[in-house]
């Protein structure tokens, strides 16, 4: 399969007045053509600077990428050149974002939306960029295409803009779409549409998307593998199987089991405390402070990347022989 | 395919002593704790402002000059009203600080003066307005329905009068003085205060808090005095510190007009309106500080409206 | 459309109860004023005494001079002056609008062009050398009235270094330092509400998005920040109308042009009430008129206004 994006120990740092954040702190993964990632973790754990990062859009100042590589295509974004770039955007690389009810200019009816960057990028007849715009609306499943180019935002309810959002995104053929939370702000019942969507879409078009969430339901739906992030780093990362599965962190684990489940009986076990301060992260595994198996390695040193299989890694002091012997021990003294 | 990074951390796992493979104690309360120290809004906001250098400035500013317009008359030796034509046009000097104008009075103190009668007008005609407001906004968006849709169809139509033609229209009216000029000033002047404690109620109405309150069968100006305004407070202190410099540089424009303070009150408005010509005839001092003082003290409250209104902004609280 | 219909009626509606309220206050103050020629019989000119009762019909009871005093004012005619018995003051008008017209026009435009662009340069270099700078100049701008304004310029650029003319309406030269004055305080308010709203617009997702289309910066900012940070700054030009129109007032008597407000002032101090209540009715419908224009402008730029009435949220 052909690899589509390789990011190797990306960092990324905001300068602000009261210090610089390490928002994310050497973060490696990669995607393959037709693949769907997840990239999950509470707010702040930069999930979203990650996907801005790929994207070059993160603001600059106060942000940075300070260190690493982001390979799109066998090129390096991290050396483009911001006009460069510019020809990326929209074009190879897409973006969703969260809230549909913001993502769309108020003053500007749809069809200026759609086709401007269909304009932008390739040359094109007003016709066409109209034949394809309306295309896109009748794949994103909005009935009556021609007439509703002609309205305004604020003249569709919110599933029907997030669909439009999507219309938008991949209207000029995009390798790769990054949604984030593209359900978070919805219904329940129009989250399923639009996750069903994304479906269909993958397979008309064999786009990749990086899914950026923290709700492990939208995972379970459409992801192919999935990469935990907690503050500012990957501390797991494997396929769909892997982690709903055989969890190894202690915060995936966390995750998994502050999810409501119609088939478990056990009640929900939200994970106690707050993520660290990214101002001065610690120097060792940053979850333990909240880990329920916190020894005194964790606090000194971070862990060694664990290979349990080839799609399943993780960075966990537990992995280590000796900690196993020290749950062993555990086991059996109770 | 591991990186250097890996390799680096591979090696480390090795170094890593046994004993630190021991469980950790845990400490419960640790882990409930809050990493800053909480502070109430009005830390927080006070803490913000002050480390705001232009709107502490203007704070300063304000301050000393309040204690000058209640001390600095005691201060000098003249009388605010006293001509002495041989006195005319006297440059600054040990004598007469500020020097003295076209009838021989003394600048220093008559500024003193004007800075009272400025900040009187400036801070009555807002207090007016703040409780006008705050009553007809208050009831206007608490009620909403009906009541709601018919006062704030009577605030449209007063928002379309033009201010400032109102003003003088009553001051031909009534004749110029310092009740008749606080009356025009506010008497349309609460408009947009209304406007803004109606928006705030608006928005704070539906809270739970609120609801709560309200399921108990509390009378509805307790529960505007009790709970909504100290919610609102924010947007109207904001807006009051907006208002009285546009109440000061109103009294001064109706000097300039003709209709402001008469004597024997000596305003700002009145000294640069007197000393126009002055400065063509190389007195600059006449109207150097009566102008400069308008304009500082409006500058004074602008940076301290913009500082307050970034200090209480909850929106970019972090 | 439909919506668009029915909420510029309702704005039309309101302008007419604003013009009503103002004509009949006039009303009300005209006939209550003391010692005023409506009431008192000691008016020395005769002519005068003749014009007031012509025109606002003495002899008939109150009510019918109201109706007939509405009437004039619909068709135009604002009365008398009881200082210059010839003068009406539609003569006034007619001397002395075109010249604070013009003077408002030209000080409007350069305070909304400059204005708009200073902001989105002080935007667009958030917390730089810039934004400081020109921030700094716009407090002061709000800070300083416009009539002392005047007098520095004049002492200054005037008399000290002698580049423009004191006073006087004449030439393009005439006019440089009136519209200064006048256009400095209007230019740093937008100058300030275009850079907040600015900052806000472009924090939000949609420009993010417009970003993420890969569109220039330039179209970034023009297309999509600019036309939604403009929209408050549209809602105050109609305070700004009034704030310049009765900055006029000043700025004329101290530059000595021949424009209304240089006589509305005069009629101030003379006590020329049928003409302070004819100008005051004339300058309160032009700015009653041009808020309710402002307001359809809104209207068409956004296009939420047509569902959701304004003030309704």
Redesign the interface.
Known sequence: MERILEV??LHVTFTTYGGTVQAVR?V?FHLDRGETLAIVGESGCGKSVTSNAI?R?IPDPPGKITKGNIIFKGQDLTAYSEKKM??????DI??I???PM???????TIGTQLM??LK??KKITGAQAKQKAVEMMDLVGIPNPEERLKQ?P??FSGGMRQRI?IA??LICDPDLLIADEPTTALDVTIQAQILELFSTIQERTGVSIILITHDLGVVAKIADRIIVMYAGKIIESGSKRDIFYRPEHPYTQGLLNSVPRLDAKEELKPI???PP?LFSPPKGCPF???CP?????????????ERISDSHQVDC?LQ?E??K??MAAEVLQT | MKSKKEIEYTQSAANVPDEWFSWKERDKEKLEQVSRPSLSYWQDAWRRLVKNKMAMLGLIFLVLLTIMAIIGPILSPYEVNRQSLPDQYQPPSMEHWFGTDNAGRDVFTRTWYGARISLFVGFIAALIDVTIGIIWGGISGYKGGRTDNIMMRIIEVLYGLPYLLVVILLLVVLGPSLGTIILALTITGWVGMARIVRGQVLQIKNYEFILASKSFGTKTFRIIRKNLLPNAMGPIIVQMTLTIPSAIFAEAFLSFIGLGIQAPFASWGVMANDSLGAILSGNWWTLFFPAFFISFTMFAFNVLGDGLQDALDPKLRK | MKHMLKYILKRLLIMVITLWVIITLTFILMINIPGSPFNSDQSSNETVQANLEAHYNLDQPYYIQYLLYIKSIVTFDFGPSIKQPNQTVNDLLSRGFPISFELGIITIVLAVISGILVGIIAALRHNGFLDYLTMGIAVLGISIPNFILATLLIQQLAVNLEIFPTATWRSPAHMVLPVLALATGPMAIIARLTRSTMLEVLTQDYIKMAKAKGLSPWKVIFKHALRNALMPVVTIMGTLFAGILTGTFVIEQIFAIPGMGRYFVESINQRDYPVIMGTTVFYSAFLIIMLFIVDVVYGILDPRIKMHQKGGK
């Open positions: 190797t120990d050497g490696n994207m859009l510019r020809a990326i955007r929209g074009v897409s973006m974002f969260q809230d913001t993502a769309l200019n108020p003053t500007l401007e960057g932008e990028h305004y604020h003249q959002v938008i995104a106690a405390g707050t301060d333990t402070a909240r198996f916190a020894m005194e390695v964790c606090d000194k040193v971070y862990p060694v990347s002091w280590d000796r900690a012997r020290l």
